[in-house]
């Protein structure tokens, strides 16, 4: 069964305290990983989409990476605004969209 | 703003009903998804519209129904609502079917009482 796992799921960090947001997934042929962040109360928002191993993707503050069996979402520096819920999901052979769980960011002052 | 209409915002319904929730794409979009977000299941994909046909179906109980009109709004139906049903549903659109870059409606908040 295809699935996605996020871990952790909360993290709290410094302003200025990089780190890594991990999706692992087991997908029936992968057709795209994506990254979203939702606010609370809101729609997620896309932030990126990859499609094959190797592949990295930049904006900002944010950099998504991707290997066979999961993907990083780097953080450098980050900034309170960054504080959200970021969700990775992939699309599978029959054009099936699965979530992860997400992760809580949260970046104290 | 994101350019996705859902309305209502916020239903609340007794168990047994049925209720119908709207969504109108971004200018342009001609695929429409449909998602439930519940606090223990996270976001689970419903079922996914493109230019009016089926394109694809996730976890959609057969309680509910969806379907795209010419004019691309959608509409998803849930009948015999139960509890377990009371969650955020979110509307999505994107250009094209298999395009990632999906904009997310605000949802509508659905209390099954």
């Known amino acids: 069964e295809d699935q996605v796992t996020q871990s952790p799921e909360a993290l709290r960090l410094q302003e200025g305290e990089s780190s890594s947001l991990n999706c692992s997934y087991t997908?029936?042929?992968?057709?795209?990983l994506f990254w979203y962040r939702q606010d609370p109360g809101k729609g997620p928002e896309f932030l990126f989409t990859?499609?094959?191993a190797g592949e990295e993707k930049e904006k900002e503050r944010l950099k998504a990476t991707l290997t066979k069996k999961e993907s990083f979402l780097h953080i450098t520096a980050p900034k309170p605004e960054d504080s959200a819920t970021y969700l990775c999901?992939?699309?599978?052979?029959?054009?099936?969209?699965?979530f992860g769980k997400g992760t809580r960011l949260h970046i104290l002052p | 703003d994101s350019g996705v209409t859902q309305t209502p915002k916020h239903l609340i319904t007794a168990t047994g009903q049925r209720v119908t929730l709207r969504c109108s794409p971004r200018?342009?979009?001609?695929?429409v998804y449909w998602y439930q977000q519940s606090l223990d299941q996270g976001l689970q994909f419903l079922i996914q519209?493109?230019?009016?046909?089926?394109?694809a179906k996730g976890n959609i109980l057969e309680r509910f129904s969806a379907q795209q009109f010419p004019d691309l709004h959608s509409e998803l139906n849930l009948s015999s609502l139960e509890l377990g049903d009371s969650a955020l549903y979110f509307c999505?659109?994107?250009?094209?079917?298999?395009?990632?870059?999906?904009?997310f409606g605000q949802g509508t908040r659905l209390t099954v009482v």
């Open positions: 999505a659109s994107s250009v094209q079917g298999h395009t990632p870059e999906a904009f």
């Open positions: 997908v029936s042929g992968l057709r795209g």
């Open positions: 990859l499609y094959s």
């Open positions: 200018s342009g979009d001609l695929s």
């Open positions: 519209y493109y230019n009016g046909e089926e394109r």
């Open positions: 999901a992939v699309r599978n052979r029959d054009d099936k969209i699965i």
